[in-house]
């Protein structure tokens, strides 16, 4: 079935520090690949996505890399601050984009030290 | 420009009872999904509904149901409550054909005793 793993399960880096969270997926049809940023008691919130026609997407300190042939993507967040301290969710489509279906990673908590 | 609403933020009951969560989507979008958060998980897909039809379906037991409206809304009934129930219930946005780049609402915490 389906399937979405996602590693490190927490990490810890120092302010100012570069941090890259890994996922690996298993539906080869899987063509949309978004990351979630949750605060504490907050909404899961869209941080940046990517789809399978392109490789990498970047926006200002956060970036997305994508390997369609090992089935694998990642976060990357450079120059972190203590703001961006959350757990962090990747995610991929059952199949192929437009079926709705999100299966999600495991989550990453992500904690900046000042 | 609305964004995605949900009610009530927070609700208890006790196991056998039946529950009724409700959704707005984002202004323009037309699909909602409901995912069930248990604590320190990632969301879980139960289903989701376009055109006032459940067009995908999760693995979750018939106990849980859904609804849309005309007006785009949904509600979420879970039937005969566990103590498993129990978790925070978020719905997403998203517009019929790019329906995989979804918005969540805040949510509703559900406790079940």
């Known amino acids: 079935g389906e399937n979405v793993e996602q590693h490190p399960s927490t990490l810890s880096v120092q302010e100012g520090d570069s941090a890259v969270i890994k996922c690996t997926y298993s539906?080869?049809?899987?063509?949309?690949f978004p990351w979630y940023k949750q605060e504490l008691g907050k909404r899961p919130q869209l941080i940046i996505d990517i789809r399978s026609n392109v490789g990498e997407k970047k926006d200002q300190r956060i970036a997305v890399t994508l390997n369609k042939t090992a089935k694998h993507f990642s976060l990357h967040i450079t120059e972190t601050q203590p703001e961006d301290s959350a757990v962090y969710f990747c995610a991929a489509p059952h199949g192929s984009s437009n079926t709705g279906k999100l299966i999600f990673g495991q989550g990453t908590t992500l904690q900046v030290k000042p | 420009d609305a964004g995605v609403t949900q009610s009530p933020t927070h609700l208890i009951k006790t196991r056998g009872q039946q529950v009724t969560l409700r959704c707005s989507p984002k202004s323009g979008h037309d699909t909602v999904s409901w995912y069930q958060q248990a604590l320190g998980q990632g969301p879980q897909f139960i289903f989701q509904y376009y055109e006032e039809e459940e067009r995908q379906r999760g693995n979750f037991p018939d106990r849980f149901s859904g609804h849309q409206f005309p007006n785009y809304s949904s509600e979420l009934n879970v039937n005969a409550l566990l103590l498993g129930d129990s978790a925070l219930y978020l719905c997403?946005?998203?517009?019929?054909?790019?329906?995989?780049?979804?918005?969540f609402g805040p949510g509703t915490r559900l406790t079940v005793l």
């Open positions: 539906d080869s049809a899987s063509n949309y």
């Open positions: 997403a946005s998203s517009l019929g054909d790019s329906s995989d780049t979804q918005y």
